[in-house]
C-alpha cells in the first residue's frame, strides 16, 4: 500500500509539473509570437516609402535619401527595440527640439506628429511604420541642416569656390548610433571653429535674455572723443560693456577713463580688428550701440559657413588660409600659426575670389605684368598724357603687352607666391606698407598684398636646403626675376570670415566688407535655399 501510495505521489507531482512547463512553455512561446508581431506589423520597403512620402509631402526633397539608408540596412526597423523607441531615436528627438542651440532657424515638417509619437499618454500616435519613416526623415532633416548646410550648387551661385563637403547620410548615422555622443561633437563632421562658434552663440543669447546689452547713451551733437582720465556717463556704461562680453574681468562701476578700462578697450579693439589705440570716437560707440541681435546673427551665418568646409582642410599638416573680412593670412603647420600677417584685398569693384589653390612656386623679383584691364582703363590715359610714363614708372613693353620691371618699386613688391587659377589671383609683398596703416583695406584688383611677404618665404623655404635665407634674401635684391619651385605643394585657402573664435575663447567680429553677410542672410532666413538632400 505505502508503495503504491508513494507511486501515486510521483505521477501526480510528474503531472503537475509537466502541465506548469507545458503552460510556461506555451506562454512564453505566445508572448514571443506577439513581439515577433510587433516588430513585422513595420513592413518597410520601396512601395511602402513611397506611400509614406505621399502621404506626408512636405518631406519628399529627403525621399532620396531615405530610400537610400533602407537599402543600405536590408529595409531593417532603425529606430525600433520591440515595442519602444530606440534610446538613441529619443536622444535625436531631443536634439531637433533643441536645434536652435545649433543656429538653426529650420523647423521640422510634421513635428507635431512626431511629438505625438514621443508623448506616452498620447492616444493619437502615429502608426509604427511612419513613426519609422518620420523618424528617418527626421534624421536627414537634422543631418542636413547641421552637417551640410547649403548645397553645393547653391553655394557657386553665392560665389562660395571652396572645396565642397560631401557626406554620407547611411555613414554618420551608423556612427552616431555606435557612439551617440557624437551628436555633442563630432570633429570628424564639423571642425573645431563651429564648436567654438556654438559656445559663442550661447555666450551671446544668454547676455540678451539676461538683458544685459544696454545702450550707451551720447549726445551726437556735442559729443568729442573719450580718452583717458575723462569723465563722463558713458565710460561708465562702455565699462559695464566690455565687462558683460569678457574684455575686462570686473566691472568697477566708474565713470573716470583709467588704466583698467584703458586695457579692456585695447582688448576690444583687437577683437573688432580695429586700429589699436585709446581713443573711444563715435564710430566706435555707434558700433557698440548696434543691437545684440546683429552679433548672434553675425555668428549664426558663420557657423553655417562652418558647415560647408570638409574637416579634412583643417586638418592638414600645412596650409595657409587667408580670411578676407579680418585682413589677415595665417600660414599654418603642423596644427599651428607658423605666421601671421596683415594683408589687403581686392576693392569693391574688384572682390578677391573665395576659392582654394594649390602653391607651386615662389617668385623672387618679379615682373609684373599689367592685366589688360587696367592697361585699358587706366594705363592708356596716363600713357597718352605723359610720353615718359612708362620710363618714369620702370615699365616695358613686352610682346604687345606692359610689364613693369623688377624692384623695390614694382607693385608686386619683391616676391609673389603662385597658386594656378582662373581668376588670376596670387598673393605677393607690396611697395606700398603705408596702406596697412588701414583698419579696411581693400584696395587691390583682386590679388592679395601680404604685408610679410618676406617672412611667408622664409617660414614656406625654413627646411628646404636649397634656399637658406641668405640666398632668399639675394634672389629678391637682385633685380632679376628667379623662380623657385616648391618640392611640395601648399593648399591655399581663401575665405570670408566675419566671426571668429580664438582658442582662448575671445569672440572676434569683422567688417562685412563685400556684404556677404547680408546676402546669406536674406538667402538662408527669407529665401528657399536647397539644403543638401
Given at each position: 500500500?505505502?508503495?503504491?501510495t508513494?507511486?501515486?505521489?510521483?505521477?501526480?507531482?510528474?503531472?503537475?509539473a509537466?502541465s506548469?512547463n507545458?503552460?510556461?512553455?506555451?506562454?512564453?512561446s505566445?508572448?514571443?509570437?506577439?513581439?515577433r508581431?510587433?516588430?513585422?506589423?513595420?513592413t518597410?520597403d520601396?512601395?511602402?516609402?513611397?506611400?509614406f512620402f505621399?502621404?506626408?509631402?512636405?518631406?519628399?526633397?529627403?525621399q532620396?535619401?531615405?530610400?537610400g539608408?533602407y537599402?543600405?540596412k536590408?529595409?531593417?526597423?532603425?529606430?525600433y527595440d520591440?515595442?519602444?523607441?530606440t534610446e538613441?531615436?529619443?536622444?535625436?528627438?531631443q536634439?531637433?527640439n533643441?536645434?536652435?542651440?545649433?543656429?538653426?532657424?529650420e523647423k521640422m515638417?510634421?513635428?507635431e506628429?512626431?511629438?505625438?509619437?514621443?508623448?506616452?499618454?498620447?492616444s493619437?500616435k502615429?502608426?509604427q511604420?511612419?513613426?519609422?519613416?518620420?523618424?528617418t526623415?527626421?534624421y536627414v532633416?537634422?543631418?542636413s541642416?547641421?552637417?551640410?548646410?547649403v548645397d553645393?550648387?547653391?553655394?557657386?551661385?553665392?560665389?562660395w569656390?571652396l572645396?565642397a563637403k560631401?557626406?554620407?547620410y547611411?555613414?554618420i548615422?551608423?556612427s552616431?548610433?555606435?557612439?551617440?555622443?557624437?551628436l555633442?561633437?563630432?570633429?570628424?563632421?564639423?571642425?573645431?571653429q563651429?564648436?567654438?562658434?556654438?559656445d559663442?552663440?550661447?555666450?551671446?543669447?544668454?547676455?540678451?535674455?539676461?538683458n544685459?546689452?544696454?545702450k550707451?547713451?551720447?549726445?551726437?551733437?556735442?559729443?568729442?572723443?573719450?580718452r583717458?582720465d575723462?569723465?563722463?556717463?558713458?565710460?561708465?556704461q562702455?565699462r559695464n560693456?566690455?565687462f558683460v562680453?569678457?574684455?575686462l574681468?570686473?566691472?568697477?562701476g566708474?565713470?573716470?577713463?583709467?588704466?583698467?578700462l584703458m586695457?579692456g578697450?585695447?582688448?576690444y579693439k583687437?577683437r573688432?580688428?580695429?586700429?589699436?589705440?585709446y581713443?573711444l570716437t563715435?564710430d566706435i560707440?555707434n558700433?557698440?550701440?548696434e543691437?545684440?541681435?546683429k552679433?548672434i546673427r553675425?555668428i549664426?551665418?558663420n557657423?553655417?559657413?562652418?558647415?560647408?568646409?570638409?574637416?579634412?582642410?583643417a586638418k592638414?599638416?600645412?596650409y595657409v588660409?587667408?580670411?578676407?573680412?579680418?585682413?589677415r593670412?595665417?600660414?599654418?603647420?603642423?596644427?599651428?600659426?607658423?605666421?601671421?600677417?596683415d594683408?589687403?584685398?581686392?576693392?569693391?569693384?574688384?572682390e578677391t575670389v573665395?576659392?582654394?589653390g594649390?602653391?607651386?612656386?615662389?617668385?623672387f623679383s618679379p615682373?609684373w605684368?599689367v592685366?589688360t584691364s587696367?592697361i585699358?582703363n587706366?594705363?592708356?590715359?596716363?600713357?597718352a598724357?605723359?610720353?615718359?610714363?612708362?620710363?618714369?614708372?620702370?615699365?616695358?613693353w613686352n610682346?604687345?603687352k606692359?610689364?613693369?620691371?623688377?624692384?623695390?618699386?614694382?607693385?608686386?613688391?619683391?616676391?609673389?607666391?603662385m597658386?594656378?587659377n582662373?581668376?588670376?589671383?596670387?598673393?605677393?609683398?607690396?611697395?606700398?606698407k603705408s596702406l596697412?596703416?588701414?583698419e579696411k583695406?581693400?584696395?587691390s584688383?583682386?590679388?592679395?598684398?601680404?604685408?610679410?611677404?618676406?617672412?611667408l618665404?622664409?617660414?614656406?623655404?625654413?627646411?628646404?636646403?636649397d634656399?637658406?635665407?641668405?640666398?632668399?634674401e639675394s634672389?629678391?635684391?637682385g633685380?632679376k626675376e628667379?623662380?623657385?619651385?616648391?618640392?611640395?605643394k601648399?593648399?591655399?585657402?581663401?575665405?570670408y570670415?566675419?566671426?571668429?573664435?580664438?582658442?582662448?575663447?575671445?569672440?572676434?567680429?569683422f567688417p562685412?566688407?563685400y556684404?556677404?553677410?547680408?546676402s546669406?542672410d536674406k538667402?538662408?532666413?527669407?529665401?528657399?535655399?536647397t539644403m543638401k538632400?
Amino acid at each position: 500500500m505505502r508503495n503504491f501510495t508513494s507511486s501515486l505521489i510521483i505521477v501526480t507531482v510528474s503531472f503537475f509539473a509537466f502541465s506548469f512547463n507545458s503552460f510556461s512553455n506555451n506562454a512564453t512561446s505566445k508572448t514571443d509570437v506577439t513581439n515577433r508581431k510587433a516588430v513585422a506589423v513595420i513592413t518597410i520597403d520601396a512601395a511602402s516609402i513611397n506611400a509614406f512620402f505621399k502621404k506626408y509631402p512636405k518631406l519628399k526633397k529627403y525621399q532620396k535619401d531615405v530610400e537610400g539608408i533602407y537599402k543600405a540596412k536590408a529595409y531593417k526597423s532603425i529606430w525600433y527595440d520591440d515595442k519602444s523607441i530606440t534610446e538613441f531615436g529619443s536622444l535625436l528627438y531631443q536634439k531637433v527640439n533643441v536645434l536652435k542651440d545649433q543656429g538653426i532657424e529650420e523647423k521640422m515638417p510634421y513635428k507635431e506628429q512626431i511629438d505625438e509619437a514621443f508623448n506616452e499618454s498620447s492616444s493619437n500616435k502615429p502608426s509604427q511604420l511612419d513613426t519609422e519613416l518620420l523618424l528617418t526623415s527626421m534624421y536627414v532633416f537634422y543631418a542636413s541642416n547641421v552637417y551640410s548646410g547649403v548645397d553645393p550648387a547653391t553655394l557657386k551661385k553665392i560665389g562660395w569656390y571652396l572645396p565642397a563637403k560631401s557626406i554620407s547620410y547611411t555613414h554618420i548615422l551608423d556612427s552616431l548610433m555606435v557612439d551617440s555622443d557624437r551628436l555633442d561633437k563630432d570633429d570628424n563632421l564639423l571642425f573645431s571653429q563651429y564648436y567654438r562658434l556654438k559656445d559663442a552663440l550661447k555666450k551671446y543669447r544668454k547676455i540678451e535674455t539676461d538683458n544685459l546689452w544696454q545702450k550707451i547713451a551720447i549726445d551726437s551733437a556735442t559729443f568729442k572723443d573719450l580718452r583717458p582720465d575723462d569723465t563722463a556717463i558713458a565710460i561708465k556704461q562702455i565699462r559695464n560693456r566690455l565687462f558683460v562680453v569678457g574684455d575686462l574681468k570686473q566691472d568697477s562701476g566708474s565713470d573716470i577713463y583709467d588704466e583698467e578700462l584703458m586695457a579692456g578697450v585695447l582688448n576690444y579693439k583687437k577683437r573688432y580688428n580695429l586700429k589699436i589705440n585709446y581713443a573711444l570716437t563715435r564710430d566706435i560707440i555707434n558700433q557698440m550701440n548696434e543691437p545684440i541681435s546683429k552679433r548672434i546673427r553675425t555668428i549664426m551665418l558663420n557657423m553655417e559657413r562652418c558647415r560647408w568646409i570638409p574637416t579634412k582642410l583643417a586638418k592638414a599638416d600645412e596650409y595657409v588660409m587667408v580670411n578676407i573680412p579680418s585682413f589677415r593670412l595665417f600660414y599654418v603647420k603642423n596644427g599651428k600659426y607658423d605666421l601671421v600677417s596683415d594683408i589687403f584685398v581686392g576693392n569693391r569693384l574688384s572682390e578677391t575670389v573665395i576659392f582654394s589653390g594649390s602653391m607651386d612656386r615662389i617668385v623672387f623679383s618679379p615682373y609684373w605684368y599689367v592685366p589688360t584691364s587696367i592697361i585699358q582703363n587706366e594705363l592708356k590715359l596716363q600713357i597718352a598724357s605723359d610720353k615718359n610714363y612708362l620710363e618714369e614708372h620702370n615699365m616695358e613693353w613686352n610682346g604687345g603687352k606692359v610689364r613693369q620691371k623688377p624692384g623695390p618699386k614694382n607693385s608686386l613688391g619683391l616676391v609673389k607666391f603662385m597658386f594656378p587659377n582662373p581668376n588670376d589671383i596670387y598673393m605677393h609683398d607690396t611697395p606700398a606698407k603705408s596702406l596697412f596703416e588701414f583698419e579696411k583695406r581693400t584696395f587691390s584688383h583682386g590679388c592679395i598684398n601680404v604685408k610679410e611677404a618676406k617672412q611667408l618665404a622664409l617660414h614656406i623655404l625654413k627646411d628646404d636646403p636649397d634656399w637658406p635665407a641668405d640666398k632668399i634674401e639675394s634672389a629678391m635684391n637682385g633685380g632679376k626675376e628667379t623662380t623657385c619651385m616648391l618640392k611640395r605643394k601648399i593648399p591655399v585657402y581663401i575665405g570670408y570670415f566675419t566671426c571668429w573664435v580664438q582658442d582662448n575663447g575671445e569672440v572676434n567680429f569683422f567688417p562685412d566688407v563685400y556684404d556677404r553677410d547680408q546676402s546669406l542672410d536674406k538667402l538662408i532666413y527669407n529665401d528657399s535655399v536647397t539644403m543638401k538632400d
